[in-house]
């Protein structure tokens, strides 16, 4: 479904990623991991567009997207949460999660500008899917509360909700447990896989190892900038190279 092929990208004289290749099957959970600093996140902008690589083939759906800018990607099909929330504070729950069904709206800018029954009609339709992504990630009680009010563990679970209303196939999550306690990371973890058994396939980062080594089929370790292992949670583990380079880090092995 996704397809990275000896990609990369400098900074200036840094090498951020450096010939990068794996693949994601329809369906899958995989990880993306390594220590601050490895590329990860830039590896995430790279495969939404918000960075261009200066060598390598990124196809999604057998159809090349590298250079696309993020809008046409995201319309493919390829939709991400960010490492620092990014909501509208000062809209409410449902309507930030409105805003992300909004990128499939049929009904044009002039109808909903001059509420024709059409655009009233797709309006209301909006406002029932976006409750009931509200409630598939645990949030309906909180519709009606400024996103910016709420803890941040809602926050996340927000931008999650936001980013599932625009019908993601594959829906890219950037550290989604960084600021929650055990019980929320807990329910975060149900989530994923209730993300994954809507048919929605799921690349994740995460410095959690004990929540990635769960829900992970396959994991990818980057190390600056390149590839050191790929392999199921159990090959991860016992990886001579993984454990010679991380073990002794803060990671929650
Ligand atoms: N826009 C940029 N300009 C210059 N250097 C950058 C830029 N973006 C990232 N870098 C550098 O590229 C390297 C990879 O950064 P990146 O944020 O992708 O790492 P990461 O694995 O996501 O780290 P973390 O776990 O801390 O989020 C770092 O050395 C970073 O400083």
Not at 156 to 183: K, Q, S, V
Not at 220 to 248: F, M, S
Request: aromatic fraction near 6%; charge should be negative; charged fraction near 20%.
């Amino acid at each position: 479904m996704l397809e990275l092929n000896n990609v990369g990208i400098s900074f200036g004289g840094l090498q951020a990623i450096k010939g990068v290749s794996f693949q994601m099957r329809e369906g899958q959970i995989k990880a993306l991991i390594g220590p601050n600093g490895a590329g990860k996140t830039t590896l995430f902008n790279l495969i939404t567009g918000m960075l261009k690589p200066d060598y390598g083939v990124i196809t999604f759906q057998d159809q090349v997207i590298q250079g696309l800018p993020p809008f046409r990607i995201a319309a493919r099909g390829i939709c991400r949460t960010f490492q620092i929330v990014q909501l509208f504070g000062h809209l409410t729950a449902l309507e930030n999660v409105m805003v992300g069904r909004h990128v499939r709206t049929k009904a044009g800018l002039l109808s909903g500008a001059l509420r024709l029954p059409a655009a009233k009609r797709e309006e209301k339709a909006i406002r029932e899917q976006a409750q009931s992504w509200l409630e598939f990630v645990g949030l309906s009680s909180r519709a009606e509360d400024y996103a910016a009010n709420l803890p941040l563990g809602h926050q996340r679970l927000l931008e999650i909700a936001r980013a599932l209303a625009t019908n993601p196939i594959l829906l890219l999550l950037d550290e989604p447990a960084a600021g929650l306690d055990m019980t929320e990371t807990e329910k975060l973890k149900e989530l994923i896989f209730a993300i994954q058994a809507q048919g929605v396939s799921v690349l994740l980062v995460e410095h959690d190892m004990s929540l990635t080594m769960e829900v992970a089929d396959e994991i990818v370790v980057l190390d600056h900038g390149e590839l050191l292992a790929e392999g199921t949670p159990r090959e991860i583990q016992k990886h001579p190279e993984v454990i010679a380079a991380y073990l002794g880090r803060d990671w929650q092995m």
